[in-house]
């Protein structure tokens, strides 16, 4: 059983900052891309960034300059750090991993989400 935890939601100021990680725990398995997405009621969920396992990094045009994702291998554990957030940054962050068990399956698997506000 694999599963991912996020951490490090919360209420912020404009113009502030977060630092949203995410581990996955379990037993016997490997990891691919990791990636954060967000969502806010009535719409979709939307990539907000993602990285490879080599590092590779892509971001939303809305986030490119704030935000930086990283990961730590060993630690089996991605990061999102957001800067200069806005109001419009608000919603429920969500990360995502493309983890295979060994000798089992591939499967993309999802956190719980944690809530980011950002309101004066």
């Known amino acids: 059983q694999v599963q991912l935890v996020e951490s490090g939601g919360g209420l912020v100021q404009p113009g502030g900052s977060l630092r949203l990680s995410c581990v996955a725990s379990g037993s016997r398995f490997s990891i691919g891309g990791m990636g954060w997405y967000r969502q806010v009621p009535g719409k979709q969920r939307e990539l907000v960034a993602s990285?490879?396992?080599?590092?590779?990094?892509n971001y939303a045009d809305s986030v490119k300059g704030r935000f930086t994702i990283s990961r730590d291998n060993g630690k089996k554990t991605v990061y999102l750090q957001m800067n200069s957030l806005e109001p419009e940054d608000t919603a429920v962050y969500y990360c995502n991993a493309d983890i295979t068990i060994w000798g089992w399956s591939r499967a993309v698997y999802w956190g719980q989400g944690t809530q980011v506000t950002v309101s004066s």
């Open positions: 990285v490879t396992s080599d590092g590779g990094t």
